[in-house]
């Protein structure tokens, strides 16, 4: 039997162990020989490997354990690379949340500002692992990104490594069709669904199941509860935080005004910044209640657990583990299965242009994704993608030729931010936070003006 070499590059994410039992749960479908952890944070990464060998151990012992943060030792003659790498790690995060909201617009990871900032961090990152993967890795390997912003990422790549074995994922699509199907009260796999956007900007125009059209009924649930079963715990309990839950009810405010296709949740940022910024709490955000939450009990789990050898969470991840897993399957075993994923246009939305990264479905086979022909969208989308493909754009110009002033006019672009003023006030600020990451963004004097 084929047997695959399967490294992950984040080793120290706190979805490592989750992502580790989804793979242990698909063995049959995806044979694994090595399992090599790789992070640039090796204490991090070797506390989180406890976890994750623990959860290896319940299934085989027949999977050989690598934790290195040697690239060489981590990529070499590898099949599959997971890619999870946060960059500048939840510090940086909180300050993407915080820095924003402390001029008032919207602080969010991926979103915004926060994005951008988040964007400017990854790029080089992705593109060293990428050339470690094709220095080190089997020819036909593949990297499998959920590194975010995974827009700007799929941009960076797509711009500086063309014909790079990288497909780009998320698991919001697959998370929202996940509370759909819990509220039509079908298994998610009975979902039938058409989407189209930017990643982490896109919309379903239809849900079916068995045929049959289902849109409208979603749209009267969401018009009375937004996109939330009535008992929560039917859902993910990584979705049972307060903010998970606002994030879902905001689906009502986003539809009863267009109700025409269901919004992925990010738009909310988007279309409600000043809602999202009146209720959001400047001291203590979403960063924050990672911190508090998900790492925090991550890590003191694995110390009990070397005390006392019980591991006390079984890291079931939910959509998050199962999607990537899913995916992987799919290119290992060439299946052409549909999944919603980040692809080059070239044509499948004729009015977007060709070289945006958009996401839309596609089927997944050993040479990577083939899209869906999607066909021209209505001008509200297309105006909104437009905005905001521009702004992730020339935000990665900005990166590549080191200019000041694209990123300032990529931050004047995005649709959260509400004048030139603000954009260059929140840009400065996380000019000085980012010192240790960003590329250094020149200015330069045009007639005389300092821009
Ligand atoms: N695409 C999606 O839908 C999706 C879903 C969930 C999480 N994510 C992303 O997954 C990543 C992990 O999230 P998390 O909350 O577990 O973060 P985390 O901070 O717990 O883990 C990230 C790890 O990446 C490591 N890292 C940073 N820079 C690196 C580099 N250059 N090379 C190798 N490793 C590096 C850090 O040391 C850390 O151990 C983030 O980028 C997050 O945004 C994406
Ligand atoms: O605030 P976080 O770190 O909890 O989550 C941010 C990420 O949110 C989305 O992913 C969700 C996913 O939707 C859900 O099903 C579950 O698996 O948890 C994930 C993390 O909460 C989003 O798609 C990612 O891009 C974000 O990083
Ligand atoms: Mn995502």
């Given at each position: 039997m084929k047997t695959y070499k399967l490294a992950v590059a984040g080793?120290?994410?706190?979805y490592t162990p989750g992502i580790i039992r989804s793979l242990m749960d698909r063995l049959e479908d995806l044979p694994l020989s090595e399992i090599r952890f790789y992070d640039i944070d090796g204490e991090r990464q070797s506390k989180v490997v406890v976890a994750a060998k623990a959860v290896i151990e319940e299934y085989t012992d027949k999977i050989k354990v690598i934790d290195t943060t040697d690239p060489q030792t981590a990529f070499e003659d590898v099949d599959f690379v997971f890619a999870q790498m946060r960059v500048g790690k939840y510090a940086m995060r909180e300050l993407d949340e915080k820095i924003p909201l402390s001029h008032h617009v919207v602080g969010q990871e991926t979103c915004g500002p926060g994005g951008l900032a988040y964007g400017l961090r990854t790029i080089s990152p992705m593109i060293e692992l990428i050339d470690y993967v094709e220095k080190y890795a089997k020819e036909t390997a593949w990297i499998v990104n959920y590194s975010n912003p995974a827009s700007i990422v799929a941009e960076g790549v797509r711009k500086l490594?063309?014909?790079?074995r990288v497909l780009n994922i998320c698991d919001m699509p697959v998370a929202t069709m996940r509370n759909i199907a819990a509220i039509l009260g079908v298994e998610r796999e009975e979902l039938d669904v058409d989407y189209f956007g930017l990643n982490h900007f896109g919309w379903f125009t239809s849900i079916k199941v068995d045929g049959v059209e289902r849109l409208p009924e979603i749209r009267e649930h969401v018009y009375k509860h937004g996109l939330l079963t009535e008992d929560v715990s039917k859902i993910d309990y990584r979705h049972a935080d307060s903010s998970w839950i606002k994030t879902f009810k905001n689906i009502k405010l986003i539809m009863d005004h267009f109700p025409e296709y269901l919004p992925n949740p990010y738009l909310q940022y988007y279309l409600f910044p000043d809602h999202i910024v009146e209720t959001s709490n400047k001291e203590y955000t979403r960063a924050n209640e990672v911190m508090d939450g998900r790492e925090k009990t991550l890590f003191e789990t694995v110390d009990k657990y070397e005390e006392t050898g019980i591991l006390e969470d079984s890291f079931a991840v939910g959509v998050h583990g199962t999607f990537i897993v899913d995916v992987t399957v799919s290119l290992a075993q060439n299946l052409g299965k549909r999944y919603l994923v980040m692809v080059e246009n070239n044509g499948t939305?004729?009015?977007?242009?060709?070289?945006a990264m958009i996401e839309v479905p596609a089927l997944i086979t050993s040479d990577g994704p083939k899209p869906e022909f999607v066909g021209d969208i209505p001008y509200f989308y297309k105006a909104m993608i437009d905005q905001q493909l521009a702004s992730e754009k020339i935000l990665v110009q900005a990166i590549v030729e080191g200019s000041y002033e694209k990123a300032l006019q990529a931050f004047t672009l995005n649709k959260t931010l509400p004048s030139a003023k603000v954009a260059k006030a929140v840009l400065d600020d996380l000019i000085e936070a980012n010192k240790e990451f960003w590329p250094t963004l020149t200015k330069e004097y045009k007639e005389g003006v300092l821009v």
């Amino acid at each position: 039997m084929k047997t695959y070499k399967l490294a992950v590059a984040g080793g120290g994410s706190t979805y490592t162990p989750g992502i580790i039992r989804s793979l242990m749960d698909r063995l049959e479908d995806l044979p694994l020989s090595e399992i090599r952890f790789y992070d640039i944070d090796g204490e991090r990464q070797s506390k989180v490997v406890v976890a994750a060998k623990a959860v290896i151990e319940e299934y085989t012992d027949k999977i050989k354990v690598i934790d290195t943060t040697d690239p060489q030792t981590a990529f070499e003659d590898v099949d599959f690379v997971f890619a999870q790498m946060r960059v500048g790690k939840y510090a940086m995060r909180e300050l993407d949340e915080k820095i924003p909201l402390s001029h008032h617009v919207v602080g969010q990871e991926t979103c915004g500002p926060g994005g951008l900032a988040y964007g400017l961090r990854t790029i080089s990152p992705m593109i060293e692992l990428i050339d470690y993967v094709e220095k080190y890795a089997k020819e036909t390997a593949w990297i499998v990104n959920y590194s975010n912003p995974a827009s700007i990422v799929a941009e960076g790549v797509r711009k500086l490594r063309p014909n790079s074995r990288v497909l780009n994922i998320c698991d919001m699509p697959v998370a929202t069709m996940r509370n759909i199907a819990a509220i039509l009260g079908v298994e998610r796999e009975e979902l039938d669904v058409d989407y189209f956007g930017l990643n982490h900007f896109g919309w379903f125009t239809s849900i079916k199941v068995d045929g049959v059209e289902r849109l409208p009924e979603i749209r009267e649930h969401v018009y009375k509860h937004g996109l939330l079963t009535e008992d929560v715990s039917k859902i993910d309990y990584r979705h049972a935080d307060s903010s998970w839950i606002k994030t879902f009810k905001n689906i009502k405010l986003i539809m009863d005004h267009f109700p025409e296709y269901l919004p992925n949740p990010y738009l909310q940022y988007y279309l409600f910044p000043d809602h999202i910024v009146e209720t959001s709490n400047k001291e203590y955000t979403r960063a924050n209640e990672v911190m508090d939450g998900r790492e925090k009990t991550l890590f003191e789990t694995v110390d009990k657990y070397e005390e006392t050898g019980i591991l006390e969470d079984s890291f079931a991840v939910g959509v998050h583990g199962t999607f990537i897993v899913d995916v992987t399957v799919s290119l290992a075993q060439n299946l052409g299965k549909r999944y919603l994923v980040m692809v080059e246009n070239n044509g499948t939305i004729p009015n977007l242009p060709n070289d945006a990264m958009i996401e839309v479905p596609a089927l997944i086979t050993s040479d990577g994704p083939k899209p869906e022909f999607v066909g021209d969208i209505p001008y509200f989308y297309k105006a909104m993608i437009d905005q905001q493909l521009a702004s992730e754009k020339i935000l990665v110009q900005a990166i590549v030729e080191g200019s000041y002033e694209k990123a300032l006019q990529a931050f004047t672009l995005n649709k959260t931010l509400p004048s030139a003023k603000v954009a260059k006030a929140v840009l400065d600020d996380l000019i000085e936070a980012n010192k240790e990451f960003w590329p250094t963004l020149t200015k330069e004097y045009k007639e005389g003006v300092l821009v």
